[in-house]
């Protein structure tokens, strides 16, 4: 198995004009990011040596981490490794003739018999994305060139599109991952970006996404489905959607999309520092850091981390930001296809250690795959008071592995990741030391998880604006 490129930091758990899901980046998810984009796919795809190889071309391997939620319900995402694969020939595995004879009958009577135009080429690529679907897991999957580079800039922060964050959901209105949309998998809006070409034409969060540009999403994967969402700046998207009960058609102008990963603010009279991550990337962790740095330098002893909605990205931003609260000692394991456990220990000289710095992480059903990951080891290792709802449940690590002959490229689960007290959050989340649930009729402007949080740290509730 190939392992992360340590060099590149960022992870799988929904997606933005995307897909929620984590990254190993722990995946996103999913990319998936996943997290703050720029423009990732060259920096990011590194072209490997091949350990073996049998037959003619050996796939290009990739080498990054990156944990985010790039196919699952509101764009969570909860690991993905962009690594470096075992090339493996073309034709039948020795010793598996009788397995695969099945496979080359039915393809040589596409290519002999079939009346009609078969492209060989496309029926290579479906033949892959079938073994994908049979696996039935909605983080792995075959992604054609232009998918697969998409997928990768969604982890990076940046993309063309409409600017809203898309996942599914059951008909009964839970969050779910699913590997094909249909009547109890609805593509729905997270929610939009603030400002975004979506947010200005009136998407909100909740509608339901019947069709885009007359073609019914049923039957597609959510990757496909927010694939053709997508589409170069300048260009229209009709989107047809349900909301209350009735069915509208919005169209949309596409833009250039830059996502704010990081908001930091002062609450209750300049008493408490807040901080808000809305993804993984090397730039957000490194903005963090620097306000983080900031708060702790002008005496902040009290600390909001805000990790609602964030879908994850790179598993080594996971890493960096948890190692500014966090010492010393694991900070998560990663768990291979053969039971080996592996940790990721803090990185010295976080600028918050300090016990006496009081620490309050907020997560909802949205905080998925690298979010996870930072949320599961300060509340493992006791460094933070997690409060709000359980998270999204993305334990997975996917690996991004491009095929040769622009053949396009597939992610894969190719491992676990659990906490420093070696929990799987798989598929129920992370439990919060302090259940809070935001009513579906709130009042707006008010924001009953965050005035907890302040009430955990002893702070005045009345100055949350402040």
């Known amino acids: 198995m190939s392992h ?38 060259d920096r990011l795809i590194q072209p490997a040596a091949p350990l073996r190889s049998r037959g003619r071309i050996a796939p290009v391997h990739l080498a990054l981490a990156v944990v985010a939620l790039l196919a699952g319900a509101a764009l969570f995402v909860s690991g993905y490794s962009l690594g470096a694969r075992v090339a493996t020939t073309p034709g039948t595995p020795a010793g598996q003739d009788a397995a695969f004879s099945p496979f080359w009958d039915a393809y040589d009577a596409i290519t002999h018999l079939y009346v009609g135009k078969a492209d060989q080429r496309t029926v290579v690529q479906g033949a892959i994305r079938g073994m994908f679907q ?15 580079k998409r997928t990768l800039q969604d982890v990076a922060g940046q993309f063309e599109g409409i600017g809203a964050q898309i996942g599914t959901r059951k008909s009964d209105g839970t969050d779910t991952s699913c590997a094909t949309l249909g009547n109890d998998c609805r593509m729905v809006v997270v929610e939009p970006i603030a400002g975004s070409p979506a947010d200005k034409a009136g998407l909100k969060a909740g509608d339901r996404i019947l069709a885009i540009d007359g073609q019914s999403v049923d039957g597609l994967g959510l990757d496909a489905a927010t694939n053709r969402v997508r589409g170069p700046k300048g260009t229209v998207v009709k989107l047809t959607i349900e909301r209350g009960g009735q069915r509208l058609d ?18 209750a009279g300049g008493t408490v520092g807040y901080l808000k991550l809305n993804g993984f990337s090397p730039n957000s962790a490194k903005d963090l850091i620097a306000d983080l740095s900031a ?27 948890a190692s500014q609260f966090i010492g010393s000692g694991t900070l998560f394991w990663q ?20 016990p006496s710095i009081k620490v309050v992480v907020l997560i909802d059903k949205g905080s ?29 690590v996917q ?34 030391d302090v259940a809070v649930s935001t009513p579906a009729n709130a009042p707006a402007g008010t924001d009953s998880v965050l005035e907890k949080a302040l009430e955990v740290l002893g702070a005045t509730t009345a100055s949350v604006g402040a």
């Not at 702790?296 to 009290?302: N, P, R, W």
């Not at 039971?339 to 250690?353: E, L, R």
């Open 4 to 41: 992360p490129d340590p060099d590149l930091d960022r992870p799988a758990g929904p997606q933005a004009d995307a897909v929620v899901e984590p990254q190993s980046v722990v995946e996103g998810d999913s990319t998936p990011s996943g997290a703050s984009l720029e423009p990732l796919h």
């Open 134 to 148: 049979a696996l039935d897991d909605p983080y792995s999957a075959y992604l054609s060139p232009d998918d697969f």
């Open 250 to 267: 919005i169209s949309i102008t596409r833009d250039v999309i830059t996502e704010q990963e990081v908001v930091s603010k002062s609450l």
């Open 295 to 321: 708060d702790v330098k002008q005496g902040q002893k009290k600390l909001i981390l805000d990790l609602r909605g964030d879908p994850g990205g790179y598993v080594n931003a996971a890493r960096d930001i």
């Open 335 to 354: 768990e291979d296809a053969q039971g080996v456990q592996t940790p990721t220990d803090a990185v010295a000289g976080g600028v918050a250690t300090d």
């Open 368 to 396: 998925a795959s690298a979010s996870e990951i930072l949320a599961g080891a300060l509340q493992d290792t006791h460094r933070a008071t997690l409060v709000g709802e359980h998270s999204f449940g993305k334990g997975t």
């Open 399 to 432: 690996e991004w592995i491009t095929l040769p002959q622009d053949a396009g490229g597939f992610r894969l689960s190719v491992a676990k990741w659990l906490t420093p007290a070696k929990h799987w959050v798989h598929p129920d989340g992370l439990t919060p």
